[in-house]
């Protein structure tokens, strides 16, 4: 009989911060693969809102329950990055029509770069078509509801910050 090898899927992302849409896509997904890795990028020249550590403390109080799921950091090529976790296969999630072309490029691209790595395209739940990371600071930021948009850790957490203190997540 055949043995049977793992499939590892890697969720890459800026995830600042973790929705229900991404919370979503990594259900969905861990439903397909033996693990998936949410793989929070490192990136300098940006200013998030939460840092990355925060960020991988709240997707893992998300996740705790679920072993099948890993959260993890990187930097550079993710497609150097998925090879390091032995993946074979690139997550992402789209949305709408609008997402398309950005995906589509970096789904070449990285094709270009490693061509046994596929790229997989996930749909969210229709209600979260119209969610985002950006919309969700902004809704917070100017005093709207964010219930049910991102995981009541995250919410937590949003909170937190907005009154300058510091917590932890799990
Ligand atoms: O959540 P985001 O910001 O849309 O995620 C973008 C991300 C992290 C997937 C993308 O910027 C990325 O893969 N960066 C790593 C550097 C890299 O490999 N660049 C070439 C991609 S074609």
């Known amino acids: 009989m055949a043995s ?16 229900n849409g991404h919370v979503d896509i990594i259900r969905r ?3 397909l693969f033996d693990r998936i890795v949410v793989a929070i990028l490192v990136n300098p020249e940006k200013s998030p809102l939460f840092t990355v550590e ?8 998300v996740f705790k329950t679920q072993p099948g799921v890993e959260v993890d950091t990187f930097q550079g090529l993710l497609v150097d990055y ?6 074979d296969v690139i997550v992402r999630g789209l949305r709408a029509i609008s ?6 490029e970096m789904a070449l691209m990285n094709r270009r770069l490693s ?41 937590a957490c949003l909170e937190k910050k907005a009154s300058g203190d510091k917590h932890h997540y799990a």
Request: net charge negative.
């Open 99 to 104: 997402d398309f072309e950005y995906e589509m």
């Open 115 to 155: 061509p046994t790595i596929e790229t997989v395209l996930m749909m969210p739940a229709e209600s979260y078509t119209y969610l985002s990371s950006r919309l969700v600071k902004e809704i917070f930021a100017l005093g709207g509801s964010i219930r049910g948009l991102v995981p009541d850790v995250v919410e």
């Open 29 to 31: 997904g861990s439903a």
């Open 4 to 19: 049977r090898v793992d499939r590892v899927a890697v969720y890459p992302g800026t995830f600042d911060p973790l929705t």
């Open 82 to 87: 998925a090879k390091k976790q032995e993946a």
């Open 54 to 61: 925060e960020r991988v403390e709240m997707t893992r109080a």
